[in-house]
């Protein structure tokens, strides 16, 4: 079943501005991943956070998380053409290896 | 992406026909994954090998038939494929060893760039 969703679904901004995408959860989670993925491509992971985090850096990218309103935001600061992508969140599920995928935010950088 | 690679990169192919996926990943690590990626769906579960040990089969039609023949390398045999079998195929590998890892512990996955299947 669905656990991440993304929000918003689409996302259209001038290069140079900031972009925030939200994914929202179900049940609770040890940790939550957010994962680029460039047109017809294979995804790249971005950063972890772990349920006991509540915000995390990694260059440009800014994630926190909020696990008591089960969300998380990933914020990119100063966009660049390059960061035209989809992303997504995922939520680790059941077992030790399943993760929970959410259908993804595009984003789309404007030069 | 080179940790993980995969062929061929585009795929067309009858109905009738018998073909298959490969996947391959340098990193050493005890678990890979095949994924299945339609337009506006989530990453759907394909299978999950850990130490060429098949964990999941995550109710995937039988025309989809996996092989793991060691822990660096992974196939999908596809046969008697049907229109709507045609999406992106990811191959994805993490370090994690299912069989003996507590569940909460991190599972980032590394993926290969995919296969974009065409089915007839």
């Known amino acids: 079943s669905q656990q991440g969703e993304e929000d918003p679904q689409a996302l259209s901004i001038q290069e140079g501005e900031n972009a925030t995408m939200n994914c929202s959860y179900k049940?609770?989670?040890?940790?939550l991943q957010w994962y680029r993925q460039n047109s017809g491509r294979g995804l790249v992971h971005l950063i972890l956070i772990r349920s006991n985090e509540r915000e995390k850096h990694s260059g440009r990218l800014r994630v926190t998380l909020d696990t008591s309103k089960k969300s998380s935001s990933l914020l990119i600061t100063a966009s660049r053409a390059a960061d035209t992508a989809s992303y997504f969140c995922a939520t680790d599920g059941d077992s030790n290896y399943q993760l929970i995928w959410g259908a993804g935010t595009k984003l789309i950088i404007k030069p | 992406e080179t940790g993980v690679t995969q062929t061929p990169r585009h795929l067309v192919m009858g109905m009738t026909n018998k073909k298959s996926l490969k996947c391959e990943q340098h990193?050493?690590?005890?678990?890979m994954y095949w994924y299945k990626q339609s337009a506006k769906k989530p990453l759907e579960l394909m299978f999950v090998y850990s130490l060429e040990e098949r964990v999941e089969n995550n109710s995937v039609p039988s025309r989809f038939s996996p092989e793991c023949p060691n822990s660096s390398h992974l196939f999908l045999h596809l046969h008697t494929l049907q229109p709507e079998d045609s999406a992106l195929y990811l191959c994805?590998?993490?370090?994690?060893?299912?069989?003996?890892?507590?569940?909460?512990?991190?599972?980032?996955?590394?993926f290969g760039p995919g296969t974009r299947l065409t089915v007839l």
């Open positions: 994805a590998s993490s370090l994690t060893d299912i069989l003996l890892s507590p569940k909460g512990l991190d599972n980032e996955q590394f």
């Open positions: 990193l050493g690590h005890n678990a």
């Open positions: 049940t609770s989670i040890n940790n």
